[in-house]
């Protein structure tokens, strides 16, 4: 149980274009995902908390309106970055909580890569 | 400012040896700690959680608690090769499920 999936797992793009990446707790209901960034030999960087049908929590520093991240069921959550620039290429990572008994726990998708060129 | 603190490492050890990672934090409510391993390049995969004061084995994995001294390690019983990668420990702050991650314990285990 709790697996978490993401898609495109590396997308490669132009700079001043939209990429959208997908999160989705494949067996259990994710009350609760967060997205994160890592740069290269550096630590999880969190941007932003979602909850099923409420706006996204963006932590202090994080663009909203770059960063676009909409909950709309229990199973996804997506992330959006607008007009993407070269400073914007990482490693993307969502986590969801809310397993039934561990509703505490974060599990991890496998990331997404971003270049943009 | 609530906090995690690891040692950044790198932790050196010998295959088979046991190797032993630390995590102190600054939040006296916390109640729930966890341990997740990150290989290069890859996202995080949870090890271990704790709620309660003491050990708790897995396998390999013992994580010990001590909320009195705010400090919860990972022990790693006949390390392997397999095994080296960068160790983070995450407390949720209280009230949320937002974690507070370590700088992580980069391991690394000698063949």
């Known amino acids: 149980g709790a697996v978490v999936s993401q898609h495109p797992s590396r997308v490669i793009c132009k700079s001043g274009t939209s990429v959208k990446i997908e999160c989705r707790s494949l067996d259990f209901q994710a009350t609760t995902m967060f997205w994160y960034r890592q740069f290269p030999k550096q630590s999880l960087m969190l941007m932003a908390t979602s909850n099923e049908g409420s706006k996204a929590t963006y932590e202090q520093g994080v663009e909203k309106d770059k960063f676009l991240i909409n909950h709309a069921s229990l199973t996804l959550s997506t992330l959006t970055v607008t007009s993407a620039h070269p400073e914007d290429s990482s490693f993307y990572i969502c986590s969801a909580s809310g397993l039934a008994g561990n509703t505490d726990t974060q599990y991890f998708g496998p990331g997404t890569r971003l270049t943009v060129l | 400012q609530k906090e995690v603190e690891q040692n950044s490492g790198p932790l050196s050890v010998p295959e088979g040896a046991i190797a032993s990672l630390n995590c102190t934090y600054s939040?006296?409510?916390?109640?729930?700690f966890f341990w997740y391993r990150q290989y290069s390049g890859k996202s995080p995969e949870l090890i271990m959680s704790?709620?309660?004061?003491g050990d708790q084995e897995d396998g390999r994995f013992t994580a010990q608690l001590n909320k009195a001294s705010q400090y919860v390690s990972l022990l790693i019983r006949d390390s392997q090769p397999s095994d080296s990668a960068t160790y983070l420990c995450a407390v949720p702050t209280s009230g949320t499920y937002k974690y507070i991650f370590g700088t992580g314990t980069r391991l690394k285990v000698l063949a």
């Open positions: 939040d006296r409510g916390s109640q729930s």
């Open positions: 704790i709620y309660s004061n």
